[in-house]
């Protein structure tokens, strides 16, 4: 079963960037991110395709950007510009199964 372990997370000011990872064993499939903030449910961030295709929530767009190295298998998200409603456990996410998760928070 594939394992990820994701990682670079960390607090910041509003307006701040952080790059997370996410090592993962193996993935053939649709990587993504999610993040859950507290009280509320887990929700869909940015996703990458084999093919390099990509989608993003609309409340990240222009900010955030995932990109993938498969030979190294590693998973990334930039996120720049970031609000205090980014902050969140960020996981990532290869066919159901999750990370332990990475804290950002953001604040203003």
């Known amino acids: 079963q594939v394992q990820l372990v994701e990682s670079g997370g960390g607090s910041v000011q509003a307006g701040g960037s952080l790059r997370l990872s996410c090592a993962y064993t193996?993935?053939?499939?649709?990587m993504r991110w999610f993040r859950q903030a507290p009280g509320k449910e887990r929700e869909f961030v940015s996703s990458?395709?084999?093919?390099?295709?990509?989608t993003y929530t609309e409340s990240v767009k222009g900010r955030f950007a995932i990109s993938q190295d498969n030979t190294k298998k590693m998973l990334y998200l930039q996120m720049n510009s970031l609000k205090p409603e980014d902050t969140a456990t960020y996981y990532c996410d290869c066919f159901g199964v999750w990370g332990q998760g990475t804290q950002v928070t953001v604040s203003s």
């Open positions: 990458i395709v084999r093919d390099g295709r990509t």
């Open positions: 193996d993935c053939t499939y649709t």
